[in-house]
C-alpha cells in the first residue's frame, strides 16, 4: 500500500505562484510514474501534468503549458508542481497520483493510488 500526502495549495491571485508537493510513503515501486490531476465542481478530473521515473519525460496538458512545471526527487519519494501565471480557471482541487508503470500515461483510471486532494483557489 502506498499513501500519498499532497500540501502547498491554498488562494492565490490571478498571476501569482504556488507549488504544490506529494510525498509517498509506504511500499514503493523501483520504477512508477506520477501525476498531478485537477476537478474543478462539476466537472471531470483530468490530467495536469505527468512525469516518468527517471523524470527523463514530462506530459503537461495544454491549458498549463509554458506556465506549470512538474518535477520529481525519487530519493524522497516526492513530486512537485511549480504553479506559475496563475489563472482563475485553475481553481480546483488537486490531486496527486501514481501508477506503477514505466510508461506515462494521462488517463486517470491508469493510475494506482491518489492522495486526498489539496484546494488550489485563483481570484481574479
Known amino acids: 500500500q502506498v499513501q500519498l500526502v499532497e500540501s502547498g495549495g491554498g488562494l492565490v491571485q490571478a498571476g501569482g505562484s504556488q507549488r504544490l508537493s506529494c510525498v509517498a510513503s509506504?511500499?514503493?515501486?523501483?520504477?512508477?510514474?506520477m501525476a498531478w490531476f485537477r476537478q474543478a465542481p462539476g466537472k471531470e478530473r483530468d490530467i495536469v501534468a505527468a512525469?516518468?521515473?527517471?523524470?527523463?519525460?514530462?506530459y503537461y496538458a495544454d491549458s498549463v503549458k509554458g506556465r506549470f512545471t512538474i518535477s520529481r526527487d525519487n530519493a524522497k519519494n516526492t513530486v512537485y508542481l511549480q504553479m506559475n501565471s496563475l489563472k482563475p480557471e485553475d481553481t480546483a482541487v488537486y490531486y496527486c497520483?501514481?501508477?506503477?508503470?514505466?510508461?506515462?500515461?494521462?488517463?486517470?483510471?491508469?493510475?494506482?493510488?491518489w492522495g486526498q486532494g489539496t484546494q488550489v483557489t485563483v481570484s481574479s
Open positions: 512525469i516518468s521515473w527517471s523524470g527523463g519525460y514530462t
Open positions: 509506504g511500499r514503493t515501486f523501483s520504477r512508477y510514474a
Open positions: 497520483a501514481v501508477d506503477n508503470s514505466m510508461i506515462v500515461r494521462t488517463a486517470s483510471d491508469a493510475y494506482d493510488y
